[in-house]
């Protein structure tokens, strides 16, 4: 949820760039918050929870994360920050990012 309320996604809708993110979970549960939940706290107890993936998920959820950045084709640094905190703090490698 924070990856997509990150930047103003240009030309596609919120919602669209979640569920093309969300399909490369491989079936892992997750939906994307109200603008309005998505602050300091929420975001550091969801960090936790991911941090405790199995080694094999942390790749998707990182996959996902790259899909929901270039979904406009358009790469911001703040998108870009936050998906190299998110690898750091899930101890996983950072995929390349192509718009």
Known sequence: SLLIY???????????????????????????LPVSEVNLDSV????DQLACLAPLQKPLLLKACAKAIVADQQISAAEVELFRAIADLIDCPMPPLVA
């Not at 990150?6 to 919602?15: F, I, L, P, Y």
């Open 44 to 47: 550091g107890k969801a960090l």
């Open 6 to 32: 990150a930047d103003k996604q240009q030309g596609v809708r919120q919602e669209d760039v979640f569920a093309a993110a969300r399909e490369k979970l491989g079936g892992l549960s997750i939906k994307l």
